[in-house]
């Protein structure tokens, strides 16, 4: 599946080099580019791409600006583009997929495409067959490869976690309760905290996160996706194999097929 991409940043070398390295990539089709917000509306209707490059500092009108301006039926996926970290907790409230730093790696690139395609892939498969089953039982935030001897006796009964895990942005620190975290996912040297209602973003790796979570509560389900296990309430077999969750607040996640095999063991016992 190729995605349609959309570039929109007010600097004109900006614009060439990220198109360089998209034009490496394979599955990836750029249809237009956008030199303001103005222009970025416009072209996002009359294109309607998979997925726009958004730049967030522009003259007139900004990256959010451009967003509060689309309708949701015709809102892309967004991928942020910036020189500066400041806005990262503001681009994951309005449900960017990625972010990235400027200048740009084609590391961070490949993975935001990535991170790209599965999300419309999984928009595509919403019209599968659904059947509801309840998956209460304990789980590992780990691949079930990566899962050892050692990492059994890590997780024996008496086992303590913290209850609460802080979060800093700026010179602010809020303490979640793990107990409210509803999913996690990662967006490259980000973690998306989704605890209540709101996003809070951790500058924290998929690894050092998962230590502070009980694996008996947190399961891993795909490579960048971590989910409170006491709020799922159903599932959702795929006509590929694959599955999606659903959580107790209606947030629907999707199983990639590296983690499926933990989720039919669940499946199994159920």
Known sequence: MSLRALIVDDEELARRGLLRRLETLPNVE????????????????????????????????????????LQSDTLPLIVFTTAYDEYAVDAFKVHAIDYLLKPVEIDRLTDAVTRAAERLSFEKSDSSKQALLDLMMSATTKHPKEISATDTENTKKGDTWPEKIAIKDGS??????????????????YMCVHAQGNTHIMRITMRQLSEKLNPDVFLRVHRS??????????????????YTLTLSNGTRLKVSRSYRDVIKQFLSTH
């Open 172 to 189: 602010d620190i809020t303490l979640i309760r793990v107990a409210d975290i509803e999913w996690v996912d990662a967006a490259g040297d």
């Open 225 to 242: 996706t971590i989910v409170n296990v006491n709020l799922i309430t159903g599932a959702q077999a795929l006509t590929n194999g694959e």
């Open 30 to 69: 750029v249809i237009g580019q956008a030199s303001n917000g103005f222009e970025a509306v416009e072209m996002i209707g009359e294109l309607n791409p998979d997925v726009v490059f958004l730049d967030i500092q522009m003259p007139g009108m900004n990256g959010f600006d451009v967003i509060a301006k």
